[in-house]
């Protein structure tokens, strides 16, 4: 029998990309797909997968009212953000680690819109209690199976988060212009990533 990779994710987009970009260059793996934990259990019926391949961002169903943040509040937020005015500001005659100074500077305006980013996630309700609970579930269920997780919005309060929680892995999904840009370089990273995964397999069923 062929070795299984499960997938769990709650994107319709992002199992058509795994159906028919990832899975045919693939035919000595089979895969089966789910949108829950539940339902992967049942696509499973008595079979052991040998790796889950999750996703970390889902829509959390405890917050009761969603929302979009409007424009006004967004632009209002950002106007208050460092600018390269701050960043350049003295630097010149700056006495010290210029080059450490500067990239902490900068880095100031990134951490700026990370937190509006984590901030505008959650008001719509998505964050990544809905991977860590299918990475509990998976080590529950099927203790000694690696689990990986295939994500694209998560920023570094979340990778740590999923090394917590005791992922054998973090793969990044490929980001296009739009759907149909993301599809091609998905296409080109398949077989890397499929890569990466049998090596995790094989080191973890030798």
Request: with cysteine; charged share 25%; net charge negative.
């Amino acid at each position: 029998m062929r070795p299984i990779i499960c997938f769990i994710d709650d994107s319709k987009f992002e199992h058509d990309l795994v159906q028919h970009e990832l899975a045919p260059l693939a035919p000595d793996l089979a895969f089966i797909q789910a949108y829950t934990f539940d339902e992967a259990r049942d696509r499973l019926a008595a079979n052991i997968p040998s790796l889950f391949l999750l996703d970390l961002w889902g829509q959390d169903k405890d917050i009761p009212a969603p929302y979009l943040t409007p424009p006004e509040e967004l632009k209002e937020k950002i106007a208050e953000f460092p600018t390269l005015d701050h960043v350049y500001a003295g630097l010149d005659t700056f006495e010290g680690d210029i080059n450490n100074e500067y990239l902490k500077r900068l880095f100031a305006i990134v951490d700026c819109w990370r937190t509006l980013f984590e901030d505008v996630c959650q008001r719509i309700g998505q964050n990544r209690k809905y991977g860590l609970f299918n990475i509990r579930q998976a080590q529950l269920h099927y203790p000694g199976t690696p689990a990986v997780f295939y994500t694209r919005k998560s920023l570094i309060n979340d990778a740590v988060a999923m090394f917590e929680a005791g992922t054998d892995g973090l793969f990044i999904k490929p980001t296009g212009l739009n759907d149909d840009d993301t599809r091609r370089i998905t296409r080109e990273y398949a077989p890397r990533l499929l890569s990466h995964l049998r090596e995790i397999m094989k080191s973890q069923n030798p």
